[in-house]
């Protein structure tokens, strides 16, 4: 489906009070809250069996209240937040050819979802030697309802309210090592709930995903328990960050398809969200940056995540290649005239979850080129050239379309041109 109309309003306000003499150095509160009102349709579709129309309502809303406290040998950031989030929307499915032209339905998409969410947070800062100790902490309330469940859903889950608590705690620290290493290692353990879309969507495609997903009221929280290792190192031209992590969760939420039947004919299935009892996942992320000379400067990044079910024995979904990227930028003409070179090396992704419907993502190679220069103090003028070479490509977390399972492919050579003016 394409959308149709957006209409989306945002605001927020935000106070601060600084204080001297005392522990308590500032106060901070601030509100917030966003509603979109959008509109997607299949009209623009062709040929089509039927058409269809979702007009959805999206709203959030919450609030922050936080204090920072400076003490002789520490630092306190401390406070409490509340966020509650909405959604409802009703399908409407009218059957234009076949036996059943004519005929309308509608899928109760959302079921008038809502999430509230309310958290009690601090952070400690301690300097130990030349050690930085950090300690954090995070208790949240969490319930969830649904004010109009659907028939269909309701056979499946008799009960659509929930209350959780989800209580997170890490600590961590950081030194320097000499004048160009430093060191970081950080741990964690932190519960989360169910987002409405894994507790409360009915029968809906989302994204460019064609599987219509199915949630769960009463899924389980995920728990993750992380270790993290920093290894930085910097001098005058050079920098290099090195991250490993390694993460053992219990009841990990994911999709798997089921024998459920989809509302759409051009939906593949239906996936249903549920809890994985034990899952792991471990991997890297290497980040290097270098002055070539005044006016040439090079960056090199690589990322890497390991996956795993641990009861199936079996690769978790939804978990991209390793993914390499490198870049040389040039500065030129007293800094006027900025251009680069971007090249991208993704490989082939083998694991494959087949409980999600997975399928084998092959590699790709893209190089693009870009440059900017000023025209007096107020106009930039930005062009360039993306996937130079034209290559044939999808991301792994693109889905297939349609029952058929066609590719969606990224776009090829892809030409541009940006004018900006600044106001004075």
Do not use: C
């Amino acid at each position: 489906m394409d959308l149709r109309t957006d209409d989306t309003w945002m605001g927020s306000l935000k106070h601060s009070r600084t204080f001297t003499g005392k522990p308590l150095t500032q106060w901070t509160n601030s509100i917030y809250f966003t509603r979109v009102d959008h509109l997607m349709d299949n009209l623009l579709r062709e040929p089509r069996m039927m058409d269809a129309a979702t007009p959805v309502i999206t709203q959030n809303w919450g609030f922050r209240s936080e204090g920072e406290w400076k003490f002789a040998q520490g630092k306190l950031f401390a406070g409490v937040d509340f966020k509650e989030e909405s959604a409802d929307g009703i399908r409407t499915r009218t059957i234009t050819a076949g036996p059943m032209a004519g005929k309308v339905f509608q899928d109760n998409l959302w079921q008038d979802s809502q999430i509230r969410k309310t958290g009690l947070f601090a952070n400690y800062l301690i300097p130990v030697g030349g050690t930085v100790i950090s300690a954090s902490g995070r208790l949240e309330v969490n319930q969830a309802v649904s004010n109009n469940p659907a028939e269909e859903f309701a056979q499946l889950h008799s009960e659509a309210k929930s209350t959780q608590l989800n209580p997170g705690i890490s600590i961590g620290a950081q030194r320097d090592l000499g004048r160009a290493f430093s060191l970081g290692l950080w741990a964690a353990s932190v519960r989360r709930s169910g987002s409405l879309l894994e507790r409360y969507i009915n029968y809906l495609a989302v994204g460019v995903d064609p599987w219509e997903l199915v949630g769960d009221p009463q899924i389980k929280p995920e728990t993750n328990n992380e270790l993290d290792l920093v290894l930085g190192y910097s001098r005058e031209k050079i920098s290099l960050e090195l991250t490993l992590f390694g993460s053992y969760m219990t009841d990990y939420i994911t999709s798997v398809k089921t024998e459920l039947k989809p509302r759409l004919a051009s939906s593949p299935g239906v996936r249903q969200y549920l809890n994985v009892d034990e899952a792991m996942k471990t991997g890297f992320e290497l980040n290097f940056k270098q002055q070539l000379s005044t006016q040439l400067s090079q960056t090199l990044g690589v990322a890497y995540t390991y996956g795993k079910d641990l009861i199936l024995d079996a690769p978790l979904p939804e978990i991209a290649p390793l993914d390499l990227r490198y870049g040389v930028r040039g500065q030129f003409f007293q800094g006027k005239l900025q251009s680069g070179i971007n090249l991208r090396h993704v490989l082939t992704q083998e694991r494959i979850s087949e409980a999600f419907g997975e399928g084998k993502t092959p590699g790709f190679t893209l190089l693009d080129l870009d440059a900017s220069f000023p025209i007096g103090k107020m106009l930039l003028i930005k062009g360039g050239v993306q996937n130079i070479l034209s290559e044939t490509y999808y991301e792994h977390l693109t889905r297939p379309i349609g029952t058929n399972k066609t590719l969606m492919y990224a776009p090829g050579r892809n030409y541009f041109l940006m004018v900006s003016f600044k106001f004075p």
